[in-house]
């Protein structure tokens, strides 16, 4: 149904007078005149009989691939390619197999196409990045998705936008008494709304019944006030259609209505409206300025592009394509501007998962459009996507069950942590720092090194606290927190105190080297340590160390000299892996045996901590 908003003449392109002849002409009728589910079943009869040919089938394939149905259109154009086909059949069956999953075989029609057509910018897209679904299988889920309770069943639902007013506009043929539009044997769509509780559930829908007419009316746009909306209506309900093989074919046009006493009046057409081209699926900016709008008007890179008109007043500038950064040879459509820019649309021509998928971009920025991934979308169609901030919620419309139904979609609120590591004393930045950001729990999630500008980034929830560890050779260790955030991200500066190294005439003071409890492994903060006593030990070549290690009182006197044990060959391994000689380090552990402080068997935590000591003792100078 979603497909009605892209004139359907276009679709007349991909036809051809090759293969047609008195048998077909039945069919190609029905076909010619937009009636699909009708020229289905008089192919059919032919495709059963002894004049089946390659444009019987290439016609079957079309007409389930406009309906949107891929598993029967793959199956005819199976049959359409077993001998050479059109360029378009070949690009028409790997979208169909796409939409079943079969990717492997969809790469080879795909292939078969770019052979055919090496200049198309469809054909150079694949040619670029063939096996492209992994990584965004991959990719980093943006929404929790879930169907709402306001789709009718067996019914196309879609175009659904949320007010700041917290209602619901959306499109939906569940008004069975309208008439039915022969393209696809459901009932034109009406306008309808439902009430978005403070719980985020909805109200029974209800129609909007001044914005509707006996043919289509939608989808809509509205303004931040609430009080101007802009939306599509079919050309026949106004009386201005053209014929075509004695069919009455409206263009879609937009219109503008404001609300007066909570009616909406004021009905009038845009001045760019045409009985040429379609205009459809309007999006208007946050200071009602810019509308945008699918329509396949000349000037287009494709089927449908998306286009702008900017408002003055009651005055519309002349129509702007949006350029190939967002349209296609192929089809774009329902555009939704955000409040801070970014513009979602979907398409058939960009790489995706199958049929309509849906995209983002940020108008401020000159990065590409990017695929908003799953579970958003699907092998399905995916579409008519729209967000509203204040809320935090937005809505979708999608056909992976069947028929098209509106999805809420609800943003992980994802944001970047930036830390910068610098020297205390001198201000200046210091790479290789290690950089480990924890949760709040102190479990380690992730450990970076800094890089030349003293850098790192990590990817983190806005809904969650951290702790960040920095350590650096030479250097005292540091921590800082990250409470909740935003989405804007969060840049920490951490300055790092130059360590000083007490060396006596009898051994090297370091800060005390902390072990996890009941491990014997050098983390972190040990190593930085540690790190200290290598480079004493480059700057004195002839100085040799004996390493001591002690444990708390806690456990048994067994227990302890054996931990203390495997601490100190920890150590001692350690420093011989940063090219120190094995004859310049040994140790031994003294496990509970010698406390630095006197308390026996019952010291306090502090007591406990200044007894967990390592000893570097010179040897030798």
Known sequence: MKNIYITITILLIFTTSYGQNKSTEKADKLFNSYQYVRAIAEYLKLADS?????????????????????????????????????????????????????????????????????????????????????????????????????????????????????????????????????????????????????????????????????????????????????????????????????????QQGLYKATKVDGKWSNIKPLPFNSTDYSITSPSLSKDGKTLYFASNMPGGFGESDIWKVTINSNEYSKPENLGTRINTSEKENFPFISEDNELYFSSTGKLGFGGYDIFKIDLNANNPAENVGKPVNSEKDDFSFSINKTADVGFFSSNRNGTDAIFSAKPICATQAIVIVTNKKTGTVLPNATVSIADKKGNIIATKTTDINGKVSYDISCKTSYNVLVSAANFDSASSSIEVLKAEGKNLTIPLEPASVIITDTEVILNPIYFDFNKSNITSQGASELDKLVKVMQDNPKLIIFVRSHTDSKGSPEYNLSLSEKRVQATVQYIISKDISSERISGKGIGSSEQKIKCGLNCTEDEDSQNRRSEFLIVKK
């Not at 306008?191 to 829908?205: A, D, Y």
């Open 50 to 250: 002894n004049k089946a040919n390659q444009y019987v089938f290439n016609q079957l394939g079309d007409c389930y691939y406009i309906v949107f149905n891929s598993v029967e259109a793959s199956k005819w154009y199976r049959k359409a390619v077993e001998t050479k086909a059109k360029p378009e059949t070949y690009y028409r069956y790997a979208q169909s197999l796409k939409g079943i999953k079969n990717y492997k075989e969809a790469n080879n029609q795909m292939d078969v196409f770019a052979s055919m057509l090496p200049n198309d910018s469809r054909a150079i897209e694949h040619k670029l990045n063939p096996n492209y679904v992994p990584s965004l299988v991959e990719k980093e889920k943006l929404f929790d998705v879930t169907l709402t309770n306001i789709n009718s069943k067996g019914q196309s639902d879609f175009g659904a936008i949320l007010s700041n007013d917290n209602i619901l506009y959306f499109v939906s043929t569940r008004n069975n008494s309208r008439k039915t539009d022969k393209w696809n044997n459901q009932p034109y769509l009406d306008v309808f709304k439902s009430i978005r509780n403070s719980n985020g559930t909805l109200s029974e829908p209800t129609q909007i019944s001044e914005l509707n007419t006996p043919y289509h009316d939608g989808p809509l746009a509205i303004s931040n006030d609430g009080n101007t909306l802009f939306f599509a209506r079919d050309g026949l309900s106004s009386k201005i259609y053209k014929k075509n093989n004695n069919v009455k074919v409206g």
